[in-house]
């Protein structure tokens, strides 16, 4: 895994709380997954249901009759690989970048990260 500044901080927040860096990577993860698709605006439910939590490999699938978040469950272990969230519905990035103006103006994605980022100062 090549070394970043998230990664840096992790094993600092790991050695600082005695929780694995996998512990703590799998809670970013799930943070992320849960804040990211609450924020994904509802019409159809379409857009919040093709959100995918996935390890090792990026999730490419889309699901057509999706109206409901999917559960998601990491495994010890999974926060040693790369977790991806991805959503590949043509329109989620018209989504992020504003185009619910009421119900999410300035995205999901960026929003949970930037909420996440705070919680971690």
């Known amino acids: 895994m090549k070394t970043t500044i998230l990664t840096k901080g992790i094993k600092k927040v790991s050695e600082e709380l005695e929780v694995s860096v996998d512990e703590i990577t799998r809670k970013i993860a799930l943070t992320a997954y849960n804040g990211i698709t609450r924020k994904t605006p509802v019409l159809s439910g379409r857009a919040r249901g093709n ?43 018209r989504l992020e970048y504003g185009h619910s103006r009421i119900k999410a103006p300035k995205g999901m994605v960026r929003v949970t990260l930037a909420e996440i980022k705070n919680q971690f100062r």
């Open 51 to 93: 959100w995918n939590l996935s390890i090792g490999s990026p999730d490419s699938t889309i699901n057509e009759n999706a109206t409901q978040i999917k559960p998601a469950k990491l495994k010890k272990g999974d926060g040693l690989e790369a977790i991806y969230i991805t959503n590949n519905l043509p329109y989620i990035r």
